[in-house]
């Protein structure tokens, strides 16, 4: 029961309110892949690296059970460079730079033994390279789940509008919902961006929570509470982790599981902001997320009398 995670594989620089770092190690399939990672295993990347990227980052990813075969490594060029400032509330950043370096070349080829993968999560990326990857596989995985930007909305629509039929779920913030549908109530924006040919849409609201949409349903999940919110960079992806992360896990994609899968990408993401870059991924073990699963039930849990 495979995951093909598809993304970038970066280099960051991040200002919060709490500090700085010049070059961290981030990308959104390095997200998704240390969130995922704990769930499920193999995890098959496919993404692209100039020859600056660290080895010993890749050592870590293969130990957790990501599999490389589909990450190129470019000799001479420089990986995918992003830099981003946040503001005071955390919740709003400013994109500085986004240098595409080797992704300007990137023409992924699915490896021979990705085939037959049941999940496919493409991560934050131009949306052609995500057409491009669903057509190489020759079976449809059981579930297709799409992260994506405002970025590629001003810069891509005609394809990003394109992939958007061949999916299952879509992940885009409250703003980029709002963006992409032109409607400003987010349940207005949900029926627009349905009928774009998503049948399962996720509107991430940052400390805020996550609306899932389905159908005439819809569900809640809170963000849980933190009294430090240091680094948010990669909370969304590792939030995409963690959702499919637990879908392919328990291999039942309903409306039902998909709102555990929901909390578990919350709980993911909840430690990612922790520190800086992907770091705490990294130090987390499974006791951590029960406690922190556990933390996020007593958050959401109450009992009601009916008034009649
Ligand atoms: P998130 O905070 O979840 O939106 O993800 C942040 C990560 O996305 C960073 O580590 C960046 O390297 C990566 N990223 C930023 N802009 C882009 C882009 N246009 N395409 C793909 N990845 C990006």
């Not at 982790?241 to 709980?267: C, P, Q």
Request: proline fraction near 4%.
């Amino acid at each position: 029961m495979s995951l093909i995670t598809v993304g970038t594989m970066a280099f960051d620089a991040i200002e919060t309110p709490f500090g700085k770092v010049d070059r961290i190690v981030g990308g959104s399939a390095t997200y998704v892949a240390y969130a995922a990672s704990h769930l499920v295993k193999p995890i098959q990347q496919i993404s692209i690296v100039g020859e600056d990227f660290p080895q010993d980052e890749m050592n870590e990813l293969v130990s957790r059970g990501v599999q490389l075969d589909g990450v190129e490594i470019v000799k001479g060029k420089k990986s995918f460079f992003w830099s981003g400032k946040y503001h005071l509330d955390m919740n709003t950043r400013d994109t500085l730079i986004t240098d595409l370096n080797v992704l300007m070349d990137f023409n992924p080829i699915v490896p021979p033994s990705y085939q037959g993968a049941e999940f496919l999560m493409l991560g934050n990326l131009m949306p052609s390279i995500q057409i491009n990857v669903i057509k190489q596989l020759q079976k449809r995985p059981k579930l297709i789940v799409l992260d994506t930007m405002n970025f590629w909305m001003e810069s891509a629509l005609p394809d990003l509008q394109t992939v958007l039929t061949m999916i299952d779920v879509l992940l885009i913030n409250d703003g980029e919902a709002r963006q992409l549908s032109g409607e400003h109530s987010l349940v207005k924006a949900a029926k627009v961006i349905m009928a774009m040919g998503v049948r399962f849409l996720i509107i991430k609201k940052g400390e805020h929570g996550a609306l899932l949409f389905h159908d005439d349903h819809v569900f809640f999940a809170p963000a849980l509470p933190l009294e430090d919110v240091f680094d948010p960079t990669g909370a969304g992806d590792t939030f995409a982790g963690g959702f499919i992360g637990h879908l392919a896990r328990t291999r039942d994609i309903s409306f039902e599981n998909m709102k555990t899968a929901i909390i578990v990408g919350s709980a993911m993401a909840s430690f990612c902001v922790e520190k800086f870059g992907p770091q705490r991924l990294k130090e987390i073990t499974k006791a951590d997320i029960d406690a922190r699963l556990a933390e996020f039930v007593q958050l959401v849990n109450f009992d009601i009398d009916l008034i009649s």
